[in-house]
């Protein structure tokens, strides 16, 4: 398990890129996307995929006293998510 204990903790994501913190502590920090998008396609195809442009994901972790900025700029992009329990998403943050 990972722990992030600074004071702040930058994710800004340029395109086509994207920061994923599983199993994590994210404690008293803050999570900025910052990501520009245009003309980009995102697809998920097949089973259990994850395509992302642009976006942060953050899975089975514990996200306490942070704050949490979505900036993201998206224009003529496409996000399309095809087949069983497949997620595509463009310039968003996710926490699950």
């Known amino acids: 398990m990972k722990t992030f204990t600074t004071a702040a903790v930058l994710a800004i994501t340029a395109v086509m890129s994207f920061n994923a913190m599983a199993?994590?502590?994210?404690n008293k920090s803050i999570i900025l996307n910052k990501s520009i998008n245009k003309g980009n396609t995102t697809v998920a195809i097949g089973k259990d995929?994850?395509?992302?442009?642009?976006?942060i994901n953050i899975k089975d972790s514990k996200v306490n006293k942070s704050i949490i900025l979505n900036k993201s700029i998206n224009k003529g992009n496409t996000t399309v998510a095809i087949g069983e329990k497949?997620?595509?998403?463009?310039?968003?943050?996710t926490i699950e």
């Open 23 to 26: 199993e994590s502590k994210v």
């Open 49 to 55: 995929n994850l395509a992302s442009t642009g976006s």
């Open 86 to 93: 497949n997620t595509a998403s463009t310039g968003s943050i």
